[in-house]
T-cell receptor, first 113, second 112 residues
Framework: GENVEQHPSTLSVQEGDSAVIKCTYS??????FPWYKQELGKRPQLIID?????GEKKDQRIAVTLNKTAKHFSLHITETQPEDSAVYFC????????????FGRGTSLIVHP | DGGITQSPKYLFRKEGQNVTLSCEQN?????MYWYRQDPGQGLRLIYY???????QKGDIAEGYSVSREKKESFPLTVTSAQKNPTAFYLC???????????FGQGTRLTVV
């Protein structure tokens, strides 16, 4: 099955700095890579996703990059704000008609005012 | 908070008792999943179902059971065989194919 590694486990930044979270996956058949944000006590929610036919995707202050050859993808958050503080999960899923997301262990992002 | 609902939010049980966690969705999603969340462990897949009356074991199925008698419902039973059942349990659903998973608000189970 798929295995997803996520780093770092904790990331502490000052407000306004950029934050980068990196994930690697093991199965080259994976073709969908979502990122979820989980605020304290709440459910994970999708913030951005990328498919294997795209190398980069942006949505305002967040962006995701994908390197299929190296089998890694990253989340970039620019101009961080205190409300960005949360746990972020990357995931990978193998296509072909099924969607079984395999998640990384999560990154706790702390943005200091 | 519509779409996928888990109940209850908090659940306390005595050791040795089976307990069932509810998950209902009105999104007309075919696929449903159960994940267990422990600190530092991320989201680990317990069971999943892609169609009514069919389900598959995930990575940590031992000590758990599920049923999928209706498209809308995917209850999870934590049995007495689960050695460390205290955890946060998340249910999710999605359409078929590589799409977003929608999560319920979770059930925090404490076994004493």
């Amino acid at each position: 099955g798929e295995n997803v590694e996520q780093h770092p486990s904790t990331l502490s930044v000052q407000e306004g700095d950029s934050a980068v979270i990196k994930c690697t996956y093991s199965d080259s058949a994976s073709n969908y890579f979502p990122w979820y944000k989980q605020e304290l006590g709440k459910r994970p929610q999708l913030i951005i996703d990328i498919r294997s036919n795209v190398g980069e995707k942006k949505d305002q202050r967040i962006a995701v990059t994908l390197n299929k050859t190296a089998k890694h993808f990253s989340l970039h958050i620019t101009e961080t704000q205190p409300e960005d503080s949360a746990v972020y999960f990357c995931a990978a899923s193998i296509g072909g008609g099924s969607y079984i997301p395999t998640f990384g262990r999560g990154t706790s992002l702390i943005v200091h005012p | 908070d519509g779409g996928i609902t888990q109940s209850p939010k908090y659940l306390f049980r005595k050791e040795g008792q089976n307990v069932t966690l509810s998950c209902e969705q009105n999104l007309n999603h075919d696929a449903m999943y159960w994940y267990r969340q422990d600190p530092g462990q991320g989201l680990r897949l317990i069971y999943y179902s892609q169609i009514v009356n069919d389900f598959q074991k995930g990575d940590i199925a031992e000590g758990y059971s599920v049923s999928r008698e209706k498209k809308e419902s995917f209850p999870l039973t934590v049995t007495s065989a689960q050695k460390n059942p205290t955890a946060f349990y998340l249910c999710a659903s999605s359409t078929q194919g590589a799409t977003e998973a929608f999560f319920g608000q979770g059930t925090r189970l404490t076994v004493v």
